[in-house]
């Protein structure tokens, strides 16, 4: 029995994966496929899926199914985007050969850790027209993050995509014993763990559920749903959550970053 369960969160049915070893985690509309675990039952925010996006899915899985006793690695990825092997991290997946790279086992060497998150992206490597079409209001106040890319942060990198000033706003209502941390994390870093996507232990992923999921809630507060529409902010609680997920991970566990992979199953 492998020593590792990872579970796909998707809206759109994956046939090329369902004779491979993951399981399936169903936030879509539509009828829920044979075999995938629906998320609309027991105690859930399916009603929220539109703006919590995957995260719909992992509180479903909080509420509903982790095991405290259950000591196996337990790891989440979504449909596009899947853990690889570490030797296989430059490798182009593909229809005919992504069996032989997926990850499906914990290494030996994850032994010495508490969690893994994906491999860092950066943010500042920005176009000069972009960031005037959509950091102007930042520009005008620090124009030296025009001509410096160490000074093109996470937080600026938010506030042009997601809405100027939400980051700011969502992180006044964190922990305050992050706040101060997270704060000066967004404002110096210039990269960031992407994705929604972490494997832990049933204790950490507890741990990591419960302030998340609490601290969007009073998010809600501030922010709400009706007026979070478009790409930029209609999925705002996944977009905090992404942040704070590589400070949280990165503060609070021995963590270990790891290789994934961009593969779209359907595509033709």
Not at 45 to 74: G, P, Q, R
Not at 137 to 162: A, G, V, W, Y
Not at 241 to 253: D, G, H, Q
Request: a positive charge.
């Amino acid at each position: 029995m492998s020593n590792l369960k990872i579970y796909c969160v998707t809206n759109k049915r994956l046939d090329l994966l369902e004779s491979y070893s993951y399981k399936f985690g169903w936030v879509g509309k539509d009828k829920v496929p044979e075999n995938y675990i629906r998320c609309d039952d027991k105690e859930n925010i399916f009603f929220k899926e539109k703006y919590y996006s995957e995260l719909t899915f992992h509180y479903w899985y909080w509420k509903n199914a982790l095991n405290l006793n259950d000591s196996n690695w337990v790891g989440f990825c979504q449909k596009r985007r899947y853990w690889v092997k570490k030797e296989s991290e430059k490798i182009n997946l593909n229809k005919n050969n992504f069996k032989n790279h997926l990850l499906n086992e914990a290494p030996d060497e994850w032994s010495q850790y508490d969690s893994i998150i994906c491999n860092p992206v950066n943010v500042n490597k920005v176009k000069k027209i972009k960031m005037l079409k959509r950091g102007f209001r930042t520009i005008i106040k620090k124009p030296e993050i025009f001509f410096n890319e160490k000074k093109q942060s996470l937080r600026f990198h938010f506030d042009m995509h997601h809405g100027y000033g939400n980051l700011d706003k969502a992180i006044n209502l964190i922990d305050e014993k992050d706040k101060k941390e997270f704060f000066e994390y967004v404002n110096n870093s210039v990269s960031y763990n992407p994705h929604i996507m972490f494997i832990a232990k049933s204790e950490t992923l507890d741990k990591w559920f419960n302030v998340v999921f609490s601290w969007l809630q009073r998010c809600e507060s501030e922010f709400g749903f009706d007026n979070l529409k478009g790409y930029d902010t209609q999925r705002l609680y996944a977009y905090l959550a992404e942040r704070y997920l590589s400070f949280w991970f990165n503060k609070y566990t021995k963590v270990l970053n790891w290789p994934w992979s961009f593969f779209d199953p359907n595509e033709k």
